[in-house]
């Protein structure tokens, strides 16, 4: 795939991180089907590459890291109702099949359509300027796709008050951070250079064992915990036939995280 052909986006691939920039500030960053086919190519690339270890997702402008689909060029949907696809699997790593590790790295405002990204990312961090809302109700819209995604990542009393109250209300950085939609809350100098820093320590790992995490746990949520339980071995299994520690590690220094 060639990185550098991309129109709506900018994509570099450096020691092991894939680094994804929505870069359509313009249009505060919205998805139109340039944007779907992009990156439907990129998480195919993305689970094809060994080279890549790790996916970081950031956006430029000031404005907003996303606001969902482009309201002015809209998105194609099938007219054969028997042929409708959810117009945002596309944005969807893990719907395409992509199980490499995906940090978000998330500023001003998230709307909904860029939940799509932050529903399957395995570690969002925040600018504490970040405002999250879901404006589908307010403009006569049914909210589903999106909000199913998310009520399987925080409490559905917070999902349902986001899609209820529509544009009149924004969640703050520091809420999604206290009920744990993001993990760190950070100036917005910071935000990026953090992403990079925790991408750089997760490429450092084994990848097939990351993968084979990420798999697992992600999979275990389809299914009751007996189950889940019973077949996690055969990850292990797949992952790591020794059963032994594949890395050999000195005493390295580890640092905390703490909203600053």
């Known amino acids: 795939m060639d990185l550098n052909g991309l129109t709506t986006v ?7 991180v894939l680094t994804i920039t929505l870069n359509r500030p313009d249009r505060m960053n919205a998805f139109n089907d340039a944007m779907r086919a992009e990156f439907k190519s990129l998480w195919r690339f993305a689970d094809d590459e060994d080279d890549v270890h790790v996916i970081v997702l950031r ?9 969902g689909v482009d309201v002015q060029e809209g998105t194609y949907v099938a007219e054969n109702p028997f042929s409708k696809q959810d117009p945002g699997v596309d944005l969807s790593p893990k719907q395409n099949g992509c199980w490499k590790p995906l940090v978000c790295a998330v500023h001003g405002m998230v709307a909904g359509g860029a939940l799509y990204w932050l529903n399957e990312a395995d570690i969002i961090i925040s600018s504490d300027d970040a405002q999250f809302f879901d404006p589908h109700v307010s403009y006569g819209m049914v909210a589903a796709l999106e909000p199913i995604g998310l009520a399987h990542r925080i409490p559905i009393g917070e999902v349902l008050r986001m ?11 520091k809420r999604a951070h206290e ?24 490429a450092a790992k084994p990848p097939a064992a990351v993968q084979g995490s990420i798999r697992a746990i992600w999979e275990s949520r389809d299914t009751g915990r007996t189950h889940a339980l019973a077949t ?19 005493e390295v220094p580890t640092r905390k995280y703490e909203v600053r």
Request: glycine share 8%; proline share 3%; aromatic share 6%.
């Open 232 to 250: 996690a071995m055969t990850y292990t299994t797949i992952g790591n036939p020794i059963g032994r520690e594949q890395v050999v590690r000195s």
């Open 163 to 173: 899609v209820l109250v529509g544009l009149d209300e924004r969640m703050s950085a």
């Open 10 to 16: 900018i994509a570099e691939l450096k020691d092991n």
């Open 179 to 202: 009920i744990g939609f993001v993990s760190e809350l950070l100036p917005r100098a910071d935000l990026w250079d953090r992403a990079q820093e925790l991408a750089e320590r997760i």
């Open 59 to 67: 956006a430029n402008g000031d404005r907003a890291f996303c606001t």
